[in-house]
């Protein structure tokens, strides 16, 4: 058969090929410490479960609305409320399978063939690709780590043209960890009013923030009616496999998105939907405990980063990873095999050291690595132990 040129093209996402690599090493036996991950380890919340559980039990087995049960989308309207003072609603709001699927409708509800969207770099892996399937070109915005990760109207300006349409923005970011201030984010809503932009804002690691706020830049003069917010219970609440994302914005967006869900995957699971409501309206303890304790594995995971030679490590606001430029490592060998890039560079770490993470060159940024701290202090020690060793033999 003849594969479509959309798809031949297309990569699978590479931090997915990775956690695949390392759990099939794990299940022939090989102790590989998980930096890879883009998942909380934490269990559900007992008090989510259990509602799932009994919507299944209560026979809550059958389809629901397209854009979601109403009093889901009555909690995530009241979400915003609290958390961004945002004014949504329930028909501006719109629950998808993973915040991944509401980002694609949004992408293709607003993008055309041909449009450009700028896309801030390092990047998450799956933007640029959801773009092209878009048929949109993906305008890619460095930032560097004297930036902070972070870009500025001044970085835009010099990539935009006349069929700029979007720009998607993540913060807290995956994979720097980067934290958008709300004066910089002020910044960047008079320049995309200036240049009629519309904006889709990815926040689902809103709840990880260690220093500073989150701000949402919805909230922000003018950009209600040019941004569909992001955000999701898979990071907050420790629900990747339960698949519910969500998304809101100005209601002829969320409708047109919602045509598209209806005739991609309907909605998420009924039961999971259930449980979300649970996560969403229930004691805000459990996301808290997970925040503080990853706040502690973040100064150990960057106390023991900064003591490796060459690495050089910015300190990340939020989310669960750290993104350290190992450009220093680069251009050496280990044990008589050329270390070129940090493409070969994270595999002759996962084979020969056992410790699984990312190259940056999956985010757009070569010459850095991504270290997921979504993983036990006795893990993060054990790893940190190997990369030193790996870094001790480098010629
Ligand atoms: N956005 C970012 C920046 C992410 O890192 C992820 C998951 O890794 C997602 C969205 C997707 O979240 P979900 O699992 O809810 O689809």
């Known amino acids: 058969m003849r594969l479509s040129a959309r798809v031949g093209a297309m990569a699978p996402s590479p931090t997915v090929a990775m956690d695949a690599r390392a759990k099939e090493m794990r299940r022939q036996g090989v102790d590989v410490v998980a930096f890879g991950v883009g998942e909380p380890d934490f269990d559900t919340p007992d008090h989510v479960k259990e509602v799932g559980i009994a919507a299944i039990r209560a026979g809550f087995t059958k389809y629901t609305p397209v854009q979601g049960l109403p009093e889901l989308r009555e909690a995530v309207a009241a979400k915003f409320r609290r958390d961004n003072g945002l004014e949504y609603a329930p028909e501006q709001v719109l629950v998808s399978s993973g915040a991944k699927e509401s980002l694609y409708h949004a992408v293709m509800a607003l993008c055309d063939p041909g449009d450009e969207v700028l896309i801030p770099a390092p990047y998450w892996v799956t933007y640029p690709e959801q773009v092209r399937l878009a048929g949109g070109v993906p305008v890619i915005v460095e930032a560097t780590v004297e930036d902070g990760f972070k870009v500025t109207p001044d970085h835009l300006r010099r990539a935009l043209s006349p069929r700029t349409r979007l720009l998607l923005l993540n913060s807290p970011s995956n994979p720097t960890g980067a934290v958008y201030s709300p004066e910089e984010l002020a910044a ?114 960057l106390d023991l980063l900064g003591r490796l030679p060459g ?68 893990r993060i020690e054990e790893g940190l132990r190997r990369l030193r060793a790996f870094a001790e033999e480098l010629r």
Request: with cysteine.
């Open 188 to 301: 960047l809503a008079v320049f995309c009013r200036e240049h009629d932009l519309a904006v889709v804002s990815d926040e689902i690691y809103e709840k990880l923030v260690y220093d500073g706020v989150h701000a949402s830049i919805a909230a922000l003069p003018g950009m209600y009616e040019r941004t569909v917010v992001v955000n999701g219970v898979s990071k907050s609440h420790a629900m990747t496999g339960w698949r519910i994302g969500y998304a809101a914005g100005p209601a002829p967006v969320i409708k047109g998105m919602a045509a598209l869900q209806s005739h991609s995957t309907t909605h998420p699971a009924a039961c999971a939907q259930k449980a979300a409501v649970a996560a969403l309206t229930g004691p805000e303890e459990p996301v808290a405990a997970m925040r503080e304790e990853f706040a502690r594995r973040r100064e150990l995971m």
């Open 311 to 378: 690495v050089r490590v910015a300190r990340p606001a939020g989310a669960f990873y750290v993104f350290p430029d190992v450009r220093a490592w680069l251009g050496r060998s280990f044990r008589g095999r050329p270390v070129e890039d940090d493409v070969t560079l994270a595999e002759l770490i996962l084979t020969e050291a056992r410790v699984a993470l990312v190259p940056g060159t999956a985010f757009g940024a070569p010459g850095h690595l991504r270290l997921s701290y979504a993983t036990s202090r006795e």
